[in-house]
């Protein structure tokens, strides 16, 4: 079942991400796509590596993640992604067409994906609108992006104040 888990900052996603992880009871590869690029953002992996059962199998795919995606697909294992924003924003730092190629190679990999995939995200659309470009930019292909994978998703969760609200479930797609 492919899962896509959305929520605001410290909403409580990647824990519950994690129990769904955990629930499935087979073997979890955990893909994560943070770039320590500062001593803040080193802190914020450390506390994440530490709420993380060690005996699952971490890969850092900071750029590359539908390759790696691809690979896992059909490998018997959980493979939870903490998070796609994450990704996207290294993309667009890289170059906005980069992040365009980036979300419609994640797509068809993720239509395709055998197995069990869960996929944690920001939700970053219900702000106002941001003054910059590069800012604008990031929010669009994100709404973009969340849009097309909740399409394909069996099941879609809002994570909110540590509360998950199921907004899709496999009832719902006739599974």
């Not at 690979?71 to 959980?78: A, H, I, N, P, Q």
């Not at 994450?86 to 990999?109: C, R």
């Not at 590069?134 to 909740?150: I, P, V």
Request: charged share 25%; with cysteine.
């Amino acid at each position: 079942m492919r899962q896509l888990i959305l929520g605001g900052a410290r909403s409580g996603k990647s824990r519950l991400a994690q129990e769904r992880a955990t629930a499935i009871n087979k073997p979890v590869i955990y893909i994560a796509t943070a770039d320590a690029g500062d001593a803040e953002m080193q802190q914020r992996i450390a506390l994440h590596r530490s709420d993380r059962p060690a005996e699952w199998r971490v890969k850092e795919v900071p750029i590359d993640l539908p390759q790696a995606l691809s690979e896992l697909s059909g490998s018997g294992e959980t493979v939870l992604v903490d998070c796609l924003t994450l990704w996207l924003t290294n993309l667009l730092l890289k170059d906005l067409s980069v992040m365009q190629q980036g979300m419609q190679d994640m797509i068809a990999v993720v239509t395709a994906f055998k197995g069990d995939l869960i996929l944690v995200s920001n939700e970053v659309g219900w702000g106002i609108v941001p003054m910059g470009e590069l800012s604008r930019q990031f929010q669009d292909n994100t709404g973009r992006l969340h849009q097309e994978l909740a399409k394909i998703a069996e099941r879609v969760t809002l994570s909110v104040a540590g509360i998950p609200l199921d907004v899709k479930t496999e009832k719902q797609v006739g599974l």
